[in-house]
């Protein structure tokens, strides 16, 4: 069973779409989290909640929603695709002081 | 904004030989943590050590903690064809903000 789970694994649309990125936990943590790894492989948190609560809010585009109908699930909502929105997308989990789990990623390409 | 920085960028040895990255930070910090990434994929947690340990061990790895000089090291001792990939070292600075990541090493073992 895959801990963190997220769908699509690839998404190419073009710009000006509105696209969702779906992320699930089967660990029964508390905390997720959305990362944003740009081409240098930089890894920058976008999102952080905990039991559905939004905790953290990077300087992120309003462009980008998340949602938390329940503490396993965290998704991500993308209106008015822009070139530079192109990235891979992480979701992850974490549960008190421990190492983060990490999803497979979501590679978007906005054309 | 990026707390660690990892030193050097890029890193290739042959199959044997120990790997050692290094890792500096800013702030004070609650834990740092290490995770590798291999082309294409996601993150996967390797180790974590706190503010209040020096050394700490899990199989061939072997994770340093400096607080004072604010900086972590990662050996891999008998590194394997297996064990290339890029490494990340992340913190969680003091209170509940999410892990920060310095910009990762890649490793290249040759074999």
């Known amino acids: 069973d895959t801990a963190v789970s997220q769908t699509p694994k690839y998404l190419v649309t073009q710009m000006g779409n509105d696209k969702s990125i779906k992320c699930e936990q089967n660990?029964?943590?508390?905390?997720m989290y959305w990362y944003k790894q740009d081409s240098k492989k930089f890894l920058k948190i976008m999102f952080s909640?905990?039991?559905?609560?939004?905790?953290i809010n990077e300087t992120v585009p309003n462009r980008f929603s998340p949602k938390s109908p329940d503490k396993a699930h965290l998704n991500l909502h993308i209106n008015s695709l822009e070139l530079g929105d192109s990235a891979v997308y992480f979701c992850a989990s974490s549960q008190a002081d421990s190492g983060y789990t990490f999803g497979s990623g979501t590679r978007l390409t906005v054309v | 904004s990026q707390q660690g920085e990892e030193d050097p960028q890029a890193l290739s040895i042959q199959e044997g030989e120990n790997a050692t990255m290094n890792c500096s930070y800013k702030t004070s910090i609650n834990n740092l943590q290490w995770y590798r990434q291999n082309s294409g994929r996601g993150l996967v947690h390797l180790i974590l050590?706190?503010?209040?340990?020096r050394e700490k061990h899990s199989g061939r790895l072997r994770v340093t903690l400096d607080t004072s000089k604010k900086s972590s090291s990662l050996l891999i001792t008998a590194s394997r064809a297996a064990d290339t990939a890029s490494y990340f070292c992340?913190?969680?600075?003091?209170?509940?903000?999410?892990?920060?990541f310095g910009k990762g090493t890649r490793l290249s073992v040759i074999a």
């Open positions: 050590i706190r503010s209040n340990e």
């Open positions: 992340a913190t969680i600075p003091d209170g509940n903000t999410p892990l920060v």
């Open positions: 660990l029964g943590h508390d905390t």
């Open positions: 909640y905990n039991n559905k609560e939004l905790i």
